[in-house]
């Protein structure tokens, strides 16, 4: 597979485009939105410092290294502190009309098993499919497949009360 | 995946990831910053030398017409009023011609004039 080095504009341009996605990804191992965007820098940074040889369709790398990064980053702030699953929600943008549903999403999200969380967030805000998320987890397509449905019934069930309201669906 | 299913990640899409804070501006290391001030103060010296070397030797137009005397070709020999380099080497690959003139100009004051009575290798080659 042909690899390059992206230059400063393409991860810029990266960046903008795929940064609340990878955001959230990130936040699904950290659950911390400021762990989270240091992550995001970290990997990003490395690739500004032009070091880093990328594929020629580089997302797919981006997502792996904010997974290892976020990785690594939470096994260091286990060390200093424990996490802090109840931490102020601001993994979503909100309105005044959606902030409780999504304080509401936020949480249900921690409460997920990670595993689930993971495919949720590739799912649903990084648009990728099944298989591509079953590729980039290392694990099988049925047990990523079922994770996501298992997730998806446990949200359901939290978010029922802002799905009947419709204060959502226009 | 049915049609509750895709109409439950309907509305999650609606839910917007945050955005992340603007990526900083790429910092220079501090070695970074010592390379450029060395490559900074090189380039000073390069040029300093040149011009030194440029304007060291080019009044000696007047030296062509003065009487050299024994006393001035021993400082010329000091190295005070030798040719500048960097001039004769454009001499050297443009005119050929006009590099022999100017060295022989330069030669009066820089070399001990040997047809003067009083100068010392006169006297010496006397004796």
């Known amino acids: 597979m042909a690899e390059r080095r992206l230059c400063a504009d393409e991860i810029r341009q990266l960046y903008d485009q795929h940064g609340p996605a990878l955001l959230a990804y990130a936040c699904s191992f950290v659950s911390d939105v400021a762990t989270g965007e240091d992550v995001l820098h970290q990997v990003f940074m490395r690739l500004l410092q032009g070091n880093t040889i990328v594929p020629e369709a580089p997302v797919a790398y981006l997502y792996r290294a904010v997974r290892n990064a976020a990785l690594n980053a939470r096994r260091t702030v286990k060390r200093e502190v424990a996490l802090d699953l109840d931490a102020p929600s601001s993994m979503f943008e909100s309105r005044d009309s959606n902030r409780e549903a999504a304080l509401t999403l936020q949480a249900a999200l921690l409460e997920l098993p990670e595993e689930q969380r993971e495919v949720v967030v590739l799912r649903v805000w990084s648009g990728m499919t099944l298989e591509e998320a079953a590729s980039l987890t290392g694990v099988s397509l049925s047990t990523t497949a079922s994770r996501y449905r298992y997730a998806l019934d446990k949200l359901r069930e939290r978010l029922r009360p802002y799905r009947k309201e419709g204060s959502l669906e226009q | ?127």
């Open chain 2, 1 to 127: 995946m049915d049609q509750d299913d895709r109409h439950f990640e309907s509305f999650l899409r609606d839910f917007q990831p945050r955005r992340p804070r603007a990526l900083p501006a790429p910092q220079t290391t501090a070695s970074t910053r010592m390379r450029r001030l060395a490559a900074g103060f090189e380039l000073a010296a390069v040029f300093g030398c040149s011009i030194w070397f440029l304007f060291r030797g080019s009044p000696p137009n007047q030296t062509a017409n003065a009487i050299p005397t024994e006393s001035t070709a021993t400082t010329e020999r000091t190295g005070e009023h030798l040719p500048a380099l960097v001039p004769l080497t454009g001499l050297a690959i443009q005119d050929l011609v006009r590099l022999d003139a100017a060295l022989t100009r330069a030669s009066r004051s820089v070399l001990p004039d040997l047809q003067r009575k009083d100068s010392t290798l006169h006297l010496l080659a006397k004796e």
